[in-house]
């Protein structure tokens, strides 16, 4: 059998994000349960190795399910997937009474610092009219193949159209050049409280010819 040279061998696509139904649920959850595994705030909600993947997939199909898939914008990729808040829709994206009492289960003897944290983190966010980056996330397997750049992209695209600015925040140190790379600058830091990791809150004013 004939080896295919480097020079024909076909380009791998770019991710093309589509937009994310109730039906993906599941696999968003599998999906970003994967991409937040080694992440310090996820790693303090779940703290035991063993279960935090399953407590993950579970946590992140219910608010995509309950919150951000109703109120929301969210897109995926083969390999990542991305929750937005667009502006005006702050107040209705937040989890109600039948999704709180479903994360404090899912969330254990860890839910009262889940609400403390809830509660630090919204207390530093911005009062100017935005659109909120709530997660974002890929596999780490797919690392390098521009999944989760394409989901960013697609995001500030829709921000800059509307000529409003974008607000994360960031729980991992090592995500913010990233983050840096496509115009976001941070504001301050937030520290959890009950010892908990430190969040990194960044904004990305709009701009006229995308990121």
């Given at each position: 059998?004939?080896?295919?040279s480097?020079?024909?061998?076909?380009?791998?696509?770019?991710?093309?994000?589509?937009?994310?139904?109730?039906?993906?649920?599941?696999?968003?959850?599998?999906t970003?349960?994967?991409?937040?595994?080694?992440?310090?705030?996820?790693?303090?909600?779940?703290?035991?190795?063993?279960?935090?993947?399953?407590?993950?997939?579970?946590?992140?199909?219910?608010?995509?399910?309950?919150?951000?898939?109703?109120?929301?914008?969210?897109?995926?990729?083969?390999?990542?997937?991305?929750?937005?808040?667009?502006?005006?829709?702050?107040?209705?994206?937040?989890?109600?009474?039948?999704?709180?009492?479903?994360?404090?289960?899912?969330?254990?003897?860890?839910?009262?610092?889940?609400?403390?944290?809830?509660?630090?983190?919204?207390?530093?966010?911005?009062?100017?009219?935005?659109?909120?980056?709530?997660?974002?996330g890929?596999?780490?397997?797919?690392?390098?193949?521009?999944?989760?750049?394409?989901?960013?992209?697609?995001?500030?695209?829709?921000?800059?159209?509307?000529?409003?600015?974008?607000?994360?925040?960031?729980?991992?140190?090592?995500?913010?050049?990233?983050?840096?790379?496509?115009?976001?600058?941070?504001?301050?830091?937030?520290?959890?409280?009950?010892?908990?990791?430190?969040?990194?809150?960044?904004?990305?004013?709009?701009?006229?010819?995308?990121?």
């Open positions: 059998m004939a080896r295919m480097m020079t024909n061998a076909p380009k791998t696509a770019r991710p093309a994000p589509r937009p994310s139904t109730a039906d993906d649920a599941t696999t968003i959850g599998r970003l349960a994967l991409a937040f595994h080694d992440d310090p705030m996820m790693r303090w909600f779940f703290p035991d190795e063993a279960t935090r993947e399953a407590g993950l997939g579970r946590y992140f199909a219910t608010i995509f399910t309950r919150q951000y898939g109703r109120h929301g914008v969210c897109e995926q990729t083969a390999a990542a997937a991305a929750f937005w808040v667009p502006a005006g829709a702050q107040d209705k994206a937040v989890p109600d009474a039948e999704t709180v009492e479903e994360l404090a289960e899912i969330l254990g003897d860890r839910a009262p610092l889940f609400r403390e944290a809830t509660a630090a983190a919204a207390g530093h966010g911005p009062q100017e009219p935005h659109w909120y980056l709530a997660v974002l890929a596999d780490p397997a797919a690392q390098g193949q521009g999944h989760g750049a394409a989901l960013l992209r697609s995001g500030l695209a829709q921000a800059d159209e509307a000529g409003l600015p974008v607000y994360l925040e960031s729980s991992k140190a090592d995500n913010l050049p990233f983050y840096e790379h496509f115009g976001f600058t941070v504001l301050g830091e937030v520290q959890l409280p009950g010892g908990g990791p430190t969040l990194w809150a960044m904004r990305r004013g709009p701009r006229q010819d995308g990121a």
